[in-house]
């Protein structure tokens, strides 16, 4: 790991902090992120015993893992737990190649040294979702927080994890890295809930493995993040893989909000769809990047991409750049990319039945959500997000 | 009940209507014919509210108030109605919730108690039924994915829910099947009353079968050029438009 750590960071040295120069950070700006220190892991200063009460919820106080949360987890006998820092397996390790290039991931591998490598066992059932609570203090403020967690799922295994962050109005650069390997016939449900009162900075690396038949589905729900940078990328690497990614963002004032997904289709008969949803109010600005790569060979792909972007002020901006790269020849893919305002006729014909106008707004924004929040695989982000949009409205 | 003087309305600054005089009393179900372009849709569009529509002079008066300023709502909300030709489709919203909205601002409007889950069940799906549509129909979005029929079915289910003091049809009868066609007119008779007014607008005779206006008036190039009974629609069944033109 040492050795890792070190190439990591003269790959951070040389390339320096992103600039806009570059296709990924094209509108995003990372000059704010360069005055964080990084965090010095000593007791945490805050009462967790609240989050410690949460049923199968495994909690993470200033990225470091608090053991104290297995007491509570019902599966702690159909798991092994480790730290990643001491994984010594190459193969669980290693990460997608296009984060190698991310100054920024090389950074979070150089400092990191929280983070769990969870293993989920062969032939354990795990019906009940698993909840994963960040927890920050105050001695967050003004820090960089590095965290490295892995999850390999076995054969056969079903896997629900809802993530959800709990900042307390702190200004952070959180740096967050996830890998998840998901052997044949698996299925994972990966919940995340951003939530960070509109001051820290959350940059995510998120990468995704399947196997043999398995399914993925991502589904993020975003609010009150001042910059969240998401990275997905998801390889299709064996026949029969799924994915399906849905994420819905709400911003206004300043906040920025940057999905960058990546689906490589390295195998035949697998299906992708990203279906990703921005509703923009005063300066904010929201950015979709998104990539799927069907290589040669992977026959019957099944690939829908798409990103839709409501502006709700005018000074809002929405960034959109779908692109598709075919190497195989019997595909079916299709992506598509729609950004305005409030369509004037679809509020005229509510008004004819004699609803209010400002009633008929906030009707179709509820209706422009719901067809992403129909589509979240769990009740638990689905009523945050129904429940959060009247707020964010009217707030 | 409806009064309309001197209607001039234009579009992107091009004049459509050029001096509408009409006068619906209560009760009575008029029918306006005419040709493509001849400005029959701005009307109803006009007496909506369409912001898109602009009034250049002339006035819309509903039971003696002045509504020609009025908000869109407030306009449906003091009992105007119309069933679009071509209703907008709006995806993530259900007939049910859609309905149950409208029927509740009227509500509100008229000082009621909003009207509960299981009432409002009754009343629609009662409705439902004689549209010959599936209950199920409630569950869909807004003219999302409707065919053509269930498109002007939607807007009679809306009417028959609504129940306003002053309906305009537009093109209702467009693209329907002879089955669909008196499914709608059904509905349509079943709305007309002696409290309530009706201006249906065509191309053709064949709804007015149906309903047997008492007036029918024939507008041309922004005008009402005639009015008449129901022997002036079959003459323009019979003859055409283009006499009307001279």
């Known amino acids: 790991m040492d050795q890792t750590k070190n190439h990591s960071y003269n790959v951070f040295k040389k390339l320096g902090y992103p600039s806009k120069k570059l296709e990924n950070w094209k509108f995003s700006n990372s000059n704010h992120l360069k005055s964080y220190n990084v965090i010095n892991q000593d007791q945490p200063d805050i009462d967790i015993k609240q989050y410690l009460a949460i049923e199968n919820a495994l909690c993470f106080v200033n990225g470091k893992f608090v053991k104290e949360s297995l007491n509570n987890f019902i599966y702690k006998n159909q798991i092994s737990i480790g730290k990643t820092i001491e994984v010594k397996d190459n193969k669980i390790l290693k990460m997608s190649n296009n984060f190698q290039g991310e100054s920024l991931f090389n950074l979070g591998i150089a400092k990191f040294n929280e983070g769990i490598f969870i293993e989920f066992k062969k032939g354990g059932k795990f019906d009940t979702e698993i909840k994963i609570i960040n927890v920050y203090d105050k001695k967050t403020e003004n820090m960089f927080i590095p965290v490295f967690n892995i999850f390999k799922l076995n054969k056969k295994n079903n896997i629900s994890i809802v993530e959800k962050n709990v900042n307390n109005g702190l200004d952070s650069f959180n740096l967050k890295i996830n890998k998840f390997i998901c052997s044949d016939d698996s299925t994972l449900n990966h919940t995340i809930i951003f939530n960070d009162n509109t001051k820290s900075n959350l940059l995510g690396y998120n990468y995704y493995e399947s196997g043999l038949n398995s399914i993925i589905n991502v589904d993020s729900f975003n609010y009150e993040s001042l910059f969240n940078k998401n990275f997905i990328q998801v390889d299709l690497n064996q026949a029969g893989g799924e994915t399906t990614i849905n994420t819905l963002n709400l911003t206004k004032n300043n906040e920025h909000v940057d999905n960058n997904i990546l689906i490589n289709h390295n195998s035949e008969h697998c299906t992708s769809f990203q279906n990703v949803r921005n509703i923009l109010q005063n300066k904010s600005t929201c950015v979709f990047n998104g990539k799927v790569i069907v290589a040669a060979g992977a026959h019957k792909t099944d690939s829908n991409q798409s990103n839709k972007n409501l502006l709700l002020s005018k000074e809002a901006t929405a960034y959109s750049n779908p692109q598709l790269e075919i190497y195989a020849d019997d595909v079916k893919c299709g992506h598509g990319s729609t950004t305005g305002a409030l369509d004037k006729d679809s509020i005229f014909y509510l008004q004819t039945r004699g609803i209010r106008k400002e009633q008929a707004t906030q009707i179709l924004i509820k209706a422009f959500a719901h067809e992403v929040i129909k589509q979240f695989s769990n009740d638990t982000i689905k009523n945050e997000a129904q429940a959060y949009l009247g707020k964010w409205m009217n707030g | ?246």
């Open chain 2, 1 to 246: 009940m409806i009064k309309i003087k001197n209607l001039q309305v234009s579009i992107d600054e091009k004049d459509i209507l050029k001096g509408i005089d009409l006068e619906i009393p209560k009760g009575e179900v008029h029918a306006i014919m005419g040709r493509n372009g001849s400005g029959k849709s701005t009307l109803a569009n006009a007496i909506a509210g369409n912001e898109k529509y602009e009034v250049k002079n002339g006035s819309i008066h509903m039971n003696n108030i002045d509504i020609t300023e009025m908000s869109v709502e407030n306009r449906a909300l003091s009992g105007i109605f119309v069933c679009f030709q071509y209703p907008v489709a709006i995806p993530g919203v259900s007939m049910a919730y859609f309905l149950r909205a409208s029927i509740n601002a009227h509500f509100e409007h008229q000082g009621k108690e909003e009207m509960d889950a299981v009432e409002f069940l009754n009343k629609s799906k009662k409705i439902l039924n004689e549209l010959n549509l599936d209950d199920s129909f409630l569950k869909r979005s807004i003219n999302d994915g409707f065919s053509g029929g269930e498109k002007k079915k939607s807007e009679i289910l809306q009417l028959l829910c609504l129940n306003p003091k002053f309906a305009i049809l537009d093109e209702t009868d467009s693209g329907l099947d002879i089955d669909a066609l008196k499914t709608v007119a059904n509905g349509v008779n079943k709305f007309n009353s002696k409290d309530n007014s009706t201006l249906i607008i065509t191309h053709y005779e064949r709804l007015l079968q149906y309903i047997n206006p008492d007036v029918v008036h024939v507008m041309v190039d922004g005008k009402i050029k005639k009015s008449g009974d129901m022997s002036l629609a079959k003459e323009i069944e019979k003859k055409g438009y283009s006499w009307l033109l001279k």
